[in-house]
Every structure is written in C-alpha cells, then in structure tokens.
C-alpha cells in the first residue's frame, strides 16, 4: 500500500486529500471543519479526516505532497516589488513578516500543523500549475487530453497549455505574472464593489443584467490580445502586482468612476462592466481552447484552476469549441491543488499507471468527505429534543419529500458523503420547486441571505436533460460547471412591459422574478441556467428523488443552492445543519432518513429560532 496525502494551504480554501494507490479515498476543504469560509489556514482538521476515512495513521503516509513551491513564489515576490520599487513598498512592508514568520518554514509549518515534528514520510513540493493540471487529467475519464489550467497566478504561471497521455502529462506553454486571466477578472471584481477570490461568481452572476460595451475597451486599452489567447496587461492601469489594491488611477479614469462601495447600490454601469469583462474572459478562454487543439490534436480537453470554475465560459467551449468533450475538475481552485499534487505523486513521480473509465471519473461524483449514518443522526436529535419522523423505505421517504416540494416548501438536504469542492452537489444542498415563480426570491431573502440578483441552479436528471436545455444527449454536467439555455419550447413569450422591465428596471430584484420558463426558480435573466447532471452511478439518492418528483410532476428537475447562509461555509456535520434549519425560514430538513418540518417545532422552538437566527448571522462578515 501506498499512501500520498495532498495538501494546499497558506493562501485561500486550503484543503487534504488522500489518494492511496492511486485511489482517492478522502478530500475535504479546511473551512468545512473550522467554520471560516475561505480558510487559508494548515488543513490540520481535514488531514485527520482524510486518515480517518482511510483507517491510517500518519506513520503509514509514504509521502506528503504539497501544491506548489514557496521558495520559487517568494522569488516572484521579491523580483515583482523590486521592478514596481519604491511604490509597492508599503505592500512588500506587510507580505514580509508573513513570509519570514511561515510561508518560507513550510516544511517547519507541515510537520506542525500534522502535530509530527519527527513525521517520516518524505515532503514533496510541486509546481502549481502541475498540481492543477494533475487533478483536471488524472481525474478525467480520457486516456489522452490537452490540459489548460487558468487562476490568478501560481509561483510564476498563469496559465499553461499541455498535454495528458496515459500517465504522464507534459505542459510545454504558459503565461506568466503579471499579465493573469483570473486576475483580469478579479480586477473587475473588486472594481465593482465585490471581494477578490470569493466575489468573482457574483460577478458572472450580475454580467446577464448588463451589455457588453465595454468590452472593446477591455481588449484595446488594457490588454493586448492574439490570435492564440496569450495577452499582455497594460500594468500602468492595475495595481495588484505591488500595492494593496486591484485596480489603479488610470483605470477609473478610463471608466469614469471610482470603484464601487461594498453592500452600496448596484447601478447598471456595474452590470455593463460585469458583462464586458465576461464577454472578454470568454473570448480569450475560446481563443486559448481553440490553440490548445491546434497544438496538441486532441480531441478532448480538461481544465483547472480558478478560472475553471466560470461555467458560462465552459458552456462555450463545449457548445461551440473545437474538442468532442471537455471535464472540469470540480474543486478547480487552490483546494483542488491538494489533490492534484497527491496524483501527480503516483503517477509522474511514482510512473504508476491509470486505470480509466471513459464513462466515468475517478471523482465519481465528488462526494469525498464526511458521512454521518441515520441512526447516528437520529441520536443526535434526542438529544436536542427535535421532534422528527425517520423513515426505513426510501420510496416513503421519497413520497414525502415531493409532497413538501410540490408544497413550494424549502427543504434542506442532507445526505452521504460531503462533496469536495465549492458547489453543493445534493449532499449539503438547499432544495425545491422550480416550477414555483416565488421560490427564488424565497430561497435568497430568506434562506440565503444574499443578493437577490443571484440565480439559483437546476438539478436535473441526466437522462433528461437534453429536454429542457441545450446541451447534448450525450453530454453531462455533473458537477454544475456548466451554463447552457433553457430550450425555447420552454420559455415564456413576454409583452413589450415585461420586457422593457426585463432590460430597464434598476431594481434587479424586479427583472430577476419576472417568470421566463415553465422553470422560473431556475432561470436566469438571459434564459441561462448553470445546471448540474444527475445520474443513478453517482448519487443513486438524488437521482431517485428526481425521479419521483417527475413521476408526479412531469418535471425531472429541482432547485439547488449549497446548504449555508450567507457567510458561512457548506454544513459538514448534522449540528450545524439543523442549526442553519432552525436560523432561517426553511420549512423542512432532511438528514438521512430522518425528516423535520418547522411547524412542528412548536412554539417556543420557532421564537428561538427567530432570535438564534439574527445571533447567527451577526457571527459572520456579511461582504
């Protein structure tokens, strides 16, 4: 046996992953167990999950893979603020003591954060971007693939091209610091009033409600773009590369504004920039896919990294790109990293073969972290005196959960094991009707917390998919990576008013509940929805939901948002799922096979909830 357990950290998102001959056995981010969304701290919590799950101890790891190389990011670092010197010193001024105090000590910082100061297994430090490019390949279901992986910025990458062929992948092109897609994008977020590495799915988010038109600005004035997708950035309008801020003097003169107020109003100027700089972004991802298979002739493409996870972007490259399928790894960001470096492990160093399934990923539906089992979970509900039925036929407990969906009831969702990465995929999910015309407006004033302009994401059957949305019959998204249309037969045909209020309205809370489609919950302002796939192999529970919603209904499709307020990272453990319950206004919870319906809380349980539930929120930094 060998085992190789992957870790990210220092950054954002830090996570464990365990990969024993060449399985992945375990995966899980830090923040779940800590409860700081984004943790960039060690994955102490999740490491001793991931031995746990594989029944090891820390003795029998064979070797600790970390995700990329502080000593060569250091040299970035130093070479960037001497070329910006004397401005950037005020930022180098606040990076120093981190990096003298623990970014340079990672070995020091690995062995104390497993509690191992005399840990034997070997440490072993990948280039950044290998990590992505590891965990998008090995994962993927293809025997060859050309590879892109895209984010801020590595030690020195920002983006790199290759190729995955068996076992063994080679990246022959990158871009590299300052000029940075993902930093292009995060420019923008910051400009438009949201934060940089958590804010940037708010902006692809707020890009339908807006008009490109500045699009050409973006790729005249700041970048210069070429015919393969490489680009060079005008430094002279940003600020990121030695200061403290995203954007500069010359770029607000360019926009004719200073950068947006965090919770300030949304004007339509911000929803034009948000849709310009999404337009740009998939320009130059089309670009970059469309030389990827011009350089490697393969016909299928994976991805990674932070920039991954724009799923409109990727719903163009499969609908209109050059390859016949393309995989996104679901945990595209830094948590993914950790995986990636475990794989790349086994594979690249190790020279380990893979064994492959062309319909099926080795991630198997990413659901890589905690189980809790019924009979545990009820326990856990005597003990805080919560009335609840359980149910031992699963067609019952089916039969239960579509009436209080057809109810345009929100029900929590609880069930297996926990996903990895950032989407809920129906694990720790939020659940309901997507033929409902309230449940989105619902879902976020009252569940989530968040802005109202945000749309929701539809779980379908995959069997079924190709019947409500432009996306292929033989194509999948199972990891709600993907943004496709709903299908025209679908939509709702809308008089003048309504679609002067669609494109007009200031109020985004207004054009967002306008009904579109037979599935309003689901689809957004443009008629996109950013679907997930479900198929019996990799959740069999959810999958058998849906069926039973559309042997009532006719609709093989439900609502899905991630179990969690506003705030506050995915729930991992039955606790902090009923907790999030009794703290807003969901109407029933589903644990397993255990089911709980606020109205039969009480009284005295729904006055707590009420004051639990402004406690709650006022724990977390709402931006």
Request: aromatic share 10%.
């Amino acid at each position: 046996m060998t085992a190789i357990l992957g870790l990210s950290a220092f950054y954002h998102d830090s996570a464990a992953a365990l990969v024993v001959d060449g399985r992945i056995v375990a995966a899980a981010q830090e923040e779940r167990f800590t409860r700081k969304k984004h943790d960039p701290a060690f994955p102490s919590l999740a490491s001793e999950y991931c031995l746990k799950e594989a029944g090891i101890s820390l003795d029998e790891l064979d070797y600790v893979a970390f995700y990329d190389k502080p000593l060569v990011k250091f040299e970035r670092l130093l070479e960037s603020y001497l070329a910006y010197a004397p401005s950037g010193f005020k930022s180098f001024g606040m990076a120093l003591p981190v990096w003298l105090k623990e970014k340079l000590h990672t070995r020091k910082a690995i062995r104390s954060g497993l509690n191992r100061p005399d840990l034997k297994a070997p440490l072993v430090f990948l280039d950044h971007h290998e990590s992505h490019a590891a965990s998008a390949f090995y994962s993927s279901p293809f025997e060859e693939a050309a590879i892109l992986t895209l984010d801020g910025v590595g030690e020195w990458s920002t983006t790199t091209l290759g190729v995955g062929k068996g076992h063994k992948i080679t990246l022959t092109e990158q871009l590299q610091f300052p000029h940075s897609l993902g930093l292009l994008y995060s420019a923008f977020t910051y400009y438009c009033g949201f934060r940089v590495n958590s804010g940037e799915y708010k902006l692809m988010g707020l890009a339908p409600y807006g008009v490109p038109k500045y699009a050409d600005t973006i790729t005249d004035k700041l970048i210069d773009l070429k015919p393969d997708g490489s680009f060079w950035m005008d430094q002279s309008y940003f600020n990121y590369a030695a200061g403290l801020t995203m954007t500069g003097p010359k770029f607000h003169q360019l926009f004719g504004r200073e950068p947006r107020k965090a919770e300030s109003q949304i004007e339509q100027f911000h929803c034009d920039m948000a849709a310009s700089i999404q337009a740009a972004t998939e320009k130059i991802m089309m670009l970059q896919a469309c030389h990827a298979y011009e350089r490697t002739g393969q016909k299928n493409l994976v991805l990674a990294g932070g920039v991954a996870l724009n799923c409109v972007a990727n719903g163009k490259i499969m609908r209109d790109g050059p390859f016949e399928k393309i995989w996104i790894q679901p945990a595209a960001g830094d948590a993914g990293g950790a995986l990636g470096a475990a794989q790349f492990v086994w594979h690249q160093l190790l020279d380990k073969p893979r064994e492959v399934n062309p319909d099926l990923d080795s991630q198997r539906g990413s659901f890589l972290g905690p189980k809790f089992e019924g009979d545990e979970i009820a326990e856990v509900l005597r003990r805080e005196n919560v009335p609840f039925d359980q149910y031992t036929n699963r067609d019952e407990l089916y039969s239960q959960m579509c009436e209080l969906l057809e109810g345009e009831n929100i029900v929590g969702l609880f069930q297996g094991r926990m996903e990895f990465g950032p989407r809920a995929l129906g694990a720790r999910s939020i659940i309901g009707d997507p033929r409902s015309s309230k449940m989105q407006a619902n879902m976020n004033l009252k569940i989530k917390f968040r802005e109202s302009f945000r749309p929701f994401a539809p779980i379908v059957m995959r069997e079924h998919a190709h019947e409500w949305f432009e996306i292929g019959s033989d194509q999948e998204s199972p990891y709600m990576l993907i943004v496709a249309p709903v299908l025209e037969k679908h939509r709702v045909k809308m008089d003048t008013d309504e679609m002067k209020a669609m494109t007009d309205d200031p109020d985004l809370r207004r054009r967002v509940n306008i009904v579109r489609s037979s599935i309003p919950a689901v689809t957004h302002v443009d008629y996109s929805a950013r679907l997930q796939t479900i198929d019996s192999e990799r959740n069999p529970f959810v999958h058998g939901l849906l069926n039973a919603f559309h042997e009532r209904t006719g609709c093989p499709i439900l609502v899905n948002t991630s179990f969690n307020v506003r705030g506050e990272p995915i729930v991992c453990r039955p606790e902090e799922a009923l907790r999030c319950f009794i703290s807003t206004e969901m109407d029933a919870l589903v644990l397993e096979n255990c089911i709980i319906r606020k109205d039969k809380l009480g009284p005295e349980a729904l006055a707590a909830a009420t004051a639990a539930r402004d406690k709650y929120l006022s724990q977390f930094d709402l931006d």
